[in-house]
């Protein structure tokens, strides 16, 4: 037998997201403790990227003054171009698709129970990068794109995570288009009914939001810790809807004995 059985990952994520099967507890616990994880992971990264001066170093490293595109000459180039023209349709679809199997439900048409899961990829595309993200922290936060500052031809400073702007003088911090892609990973709330799929979905919806987050630092458009900061963000969000919110992993199939139906011992129902 291999050092890799073939339900070592199925049962990793099961021990993260079923409560109850290891030392977390509850499921709000658990998505408490799993959203201050991610930020400790955000601050952690944002110090490293900083520290090494990777922030700065790896838009210049595409930057060539004089090139065409304001300096950043791959800019139109494939992939890049058709990740930044086209990149949010995915996430788009995927809303508009989670909304239709909720209204579907709603009114008898289809007998699923999908809905919870449907509701957080809904939420987490209109709180996430619709009002989180674009909404309120990008006009606030005041940081200049890395095209506008001194350093790339413009005439801003540069300002790093922890230094707040003028407000409306910049909107790099974070990542719009990355916010929308890491949204995908939303689909992991399928994780009780469809385990692999749930699994390949967060892990596709990283993906994805980094291959963005390659697009935009290449365009000039962010710099690294905006992308780390919009996925930290978004997946934080996701963590408190399906944990915190929702709390799929104690009402969904997989859920452990004794968890789904907490009438039969005590009489009131502690799940909702």
């Known amino acids: 037998m291999g050092f890799f059985q073939e339900d070592m990952f199925e049962n990793f994520f099961r021990y993260l997201i079923v409560p109850g099967a290891d030392f977390w507890g509850s499921s709000r616990s658990k998505g408490l403790a799993v959203t201050a994880g991610l930020f400790v992971l955000g601050v952690v990264g944002t110090l490293i990227l900083s520290a090494t001066g990777w922030d700065l170093s ?24 058709r990740i930044y023209d086209y990149g949010e349709l995915p996430t788009i679809f995927l809303a508009i698709g989670a909304l239709a199997v909720i209204i579907a439900e709603m009114l008898g048409k289809i007998r699923t129970d999908y ?40 005439s801003g400073e540069y300002r790093a995570v922890w230094q707040l702007g003028k407000p409306g003088d910049g909107r790099s911090l974070p990542s719009g288009h990355c916010a929308s892609a890491f949204s995908i990973a939303a689909l992991a709330a399928f994780y009780p009914w469809h385990p692999w799929f749930g699994v390949s979905m967060l892990l596709g919806g990283i993906a994805y939001g980094f291959l963005t987050g390659a697009a935009r630092v290449v365009q000039g458009g962010h710099y690294p810790t905006d992308v780390l900061w919009a996925g930290v963000i ?29 009438t039969k011992s005590t009489g009131f129902n502690t799940n909702e």
């Open 58 to 81: 790896w838009p210049a490293s595409v930057y060539s003054a004089g090139a065409e595109h304001g300096g950043w000459a791959y800019a139109r180039d494939l992939p890049w171009r």
């Open 234 to 262: 978004v997946l934080m969000l996701i963590s408190l809807l399906y944990y915190v919110v929702f709390r799929i992993p104690e009402n969904g199939p997989t859920a452990l004995p004794g968890q789904q139906d907490s």
């Open 115 to 154: 809905r919870k899961p449907c509701m957080v990829i809904l939420l987490t595309v209109i709180l996430g990068p619709g009002l989180i993200v674009n909404g309120v922290i990008k006009p606030l936060w005041g940081r200049s794109r890395p095209a506008d500052i001194v350093q790339f031809g413009g």
